[in-house]
């Protein structure tokens, strides 16, 4: 993911027959990279709220491929931030949204998302 002038990668071992079959079909398919690991594509300026954490690909509906999270204890319906590609929201498809007391602030980052696959 590129933001201003920093371009950040993680690795997702994730096995499938393609990217393709991973997000066409809706399903949801979990990661277990953690909450730092997806901060990390944006670096120090990244904000998410503290509860949820559901990672993976089509997260929620909310996410393609990402993490989303919430204030609210047990509740991911309603989650209010997120990090990753393919955002729902179409003011802001690939960066950071936070709102209602993420761990950095409120957030609106845009980026530039990369995705390579072997």
Same mark, same amino acid.
């Given at each position: 993911? #590129? ?12 096995? $499938?027959?393609?990217? %393709?079959?991973?997000? =066409?079909?809706? /399903? %949801? ?6 909450? /730092? ?7 120090? #300026? $990244? =904000? ?7 990672? &993976?690909? !089509?997260?929620? !509906? ?11 204890? /047990? ?19 690939? &960066?950071?949204?936070?709102? %209602?007391? &993420?761990?950095? &602030?409120? #957030?609106?980052? #845009?980026?530039?998302? %990369?995705?390579?696959?072997?």
């Amino acid at each position: 993911m #590129k933001f201003g002038q920093q371009i950040n990668f993680i690795d997702i071992e994730k096995t $499938a027959s393609s990217l %393709y079959s991973l997000i =066409s079909e809706g /399903n %949801y398919h979990t990661t277990s990279l953690g909450r /730092n690991t997806w901060k990390s594509l944006i670096g120090g #300026k $990244a =904000s998410l709220q503290l509860n949820c954490n559901r990672e &993976g690909f !089509n997260v929620l !509906n909310r996410v393609r491929i990402g993490i989303v999270s919430n204030n609210e204890v /047990n509740e991911c319906d309603t989650s209010d931030s997120r990090i990753g590609f393919g955002h729902l929201d179409d003011s802001n498809t690939c &960066g950071n949204e936070a709102l %209602y007391g &993420g761990d950095n &602030g409120d #957030k609106h980052i #845009k980026a530039m998302g %990369y995705i390579l696959v072997q």
